[in-house]
């Protein structure tokens, strides 16, 4: 029964206050390069224009046409690739992580393979990387980091404690709305060499354009989340529409998987990035915040037999958006998400399939052979880790996790 004026978003994002309107010290570039201990960064209107730009950079110098992505990602991945003209090649996963399994990528990379993009899902650093590095030089191809859900993830002592997204030649971030650190749509590029850097700046100085239509569409959706981004605010813009998706059996439109082919490239204003640089000076204490908590709830969670909690057992430090929990069957997690998802609890999904189910994507794709994947999609639900989640709500969230696992 749902009665809530409270609700719980999907995941854990910062808050904005009207200070941040202020003008900041540093500008946003520089306050993330210091954050993330980079030389320099580069501002994207998005995750995907970022991921974009860096492909568009890497294509004018080789003639290489193909790029792997994990076979559970976000969609905007091959759109990314296909937009740029490249084909993406789909490699599983190894069985109950989001991690490249490294058998199936030794089958799938090749001299035709321009890049692999490697992703840090979740918050969630892939402590495989150390392999595929290996995998991807002796091919010569390109390591591209999707940071995407993960600013703020380091990896452990094998890299030097390094921020996730900076070990491998080029990393990108979304500030999109939800991520931890938001502009509402927004991304983030680095790059290890100066080479690939100065090529990075020039692709986007060629691609992104000033768009006065759609920078002030994003001015007034930040000033939207700014105003709705509450607990007693989110279930208007966030709650019923996702409701109204569930009740029309609509689960692609319910986690935002309907992913367009046609994307906006288009230059970030002063103005959203000077809210950007204020709101990063919180994230530290933020993210050390989420990790206790989130740390907290995934003892509890692994009390519960049968229930597979997705997390590292090294010495990475993870962001916790939230947490990926695996049930033991499909039939489980779906029933178990019944009781859950309509909730306003902040319990979901991620990403509704493996990458080659979605019908709109399917035709891109050659045959890919992902159980994996499919599996990982199959048993997965998330469990939001908002500061607005309440001990009682992660009780009740566990109370019936206990029921169905
Ligand atoms: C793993 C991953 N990669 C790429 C993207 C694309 O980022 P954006 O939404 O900022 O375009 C997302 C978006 O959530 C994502 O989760």
């Known amino acids: 029964m749902i009665n809530r004026l409270r609700e719980v978003p999907p995941t854990a994002g910062l808050t904005l206050s009207c200070k941040d309107v202020l003008p900041s010290k540093?500008?946003?570039?520089?306050?993330?390069?210091?954050?993330?201990?980079?030389?320099?960064?580069?501002?994207?209107?998005?995750?995907?224009?970022?991921?974009?730009?860096?492909l568009l950079a890497l294509k004018k110098s080789s003639a290489r046409q193909t790029v792997i992505i994990s076979a559970y990602t976000c969609p905007w991945v091959p759109i990314a690739v296909i937009y740029c003209g490249l084909t993406p090649v789909v490699c599983d996963t190894k069985k109950n992580t989001?991690?490249?399994?490294?058998?199936?990528?030794?089958?799938?990379?090749?001299?035709?393979?321009?890049?692999?993009?490697?992703?840090?899902?979740?918050?969630?650093?892939a402590s495989n990387l150390g392999e595929i590095l290996k995998l991807a030089k002796q091919q010569g191809s390109y390591l591209i980091e999707d940071a995407a859900q993960s600013l703020g993830a380091r990896f452990g002592k094998q890299f030097n404690y390094k921020a996730a997204g900076t070990v491998c030649d080029i990393g990108f971030y979304s500030l999109g709305v939800g991520k931890g650190l938001t502009i509402f749509a927004g991304g983030v590029l680095v790059a290890k060499d100066e080479s690939l850097r100065k090529a990075l700046r020039e692709t986007s100085t060629e691609h992104a354009h000033n768009n006065l239509l759609s920078e002030t569409k994003r001015i007034i959706e930040l000033v939207g989340y700014y105003l709705f981004y509450r607990p007693l605010g989110i279930k208007w813009v966030f709650g019923l529409p996702l409701r109204r998706h569930l009740l029309q059996g609509n689960m692609i439109k319910a986690v935002g998987d309907d992913c367009a082919f046609k994307f906006p490239i288009h230059k970030v204003s002063a103005w959203r990035k000077n809210i950007g640089a204020n709101a990063l000076a919180r994230l530290p204490i933020f993210l050390k915040q989420s990790q206790i908590q989130a740390q907290q709830r995934i003892q509890q969670l692994k009390k519960i037999k049968g229930l597979i909690v997705v997390c590292q057992t090294n010495d990475h430090v993870d962001t916790y958006p939230f947490i990926y929990v695996l049930m033991p069957s499909e039939q489980v997690r779906d029933a178990a998400l019944k009781s859950l998802w309509q909730q306003g609890l902040g319990v979901g999904r991620l990403f509704i399939h493996a990458i080659s189910d979605y019908d709109y994507l399917k035709s891109h794709f050659q045959q890919s052979n992902t159980p994996n994947a499919q599996d990982f999609a199959a048993r997965g639900l998330i469990i939001s880790n908002s500061q607005w989640m309440r001990e009682q709500d992660f009780l009740q969230i566990q109370q019936i996790l206990l029921q169905y696992a």
Do not use: M
């Open 26 to 54: 540093k500008s946003l570039e520089s306050s993330l390069a210091s954050f993330l201990n980079t030389p320099t960064t580069q501002i994207e209107c998005s995750g995907t224009a970022a991921l974009t730009i860096a």
């Open 98 to 125: 989001f991690e490249y399994c490294p058998d199936a990528l030794v089958k799938s990379i090749n001299q035709d393979t321009l890049a692999v993009v490697v992703t840090h899902l979740g918050g969630h650093v």
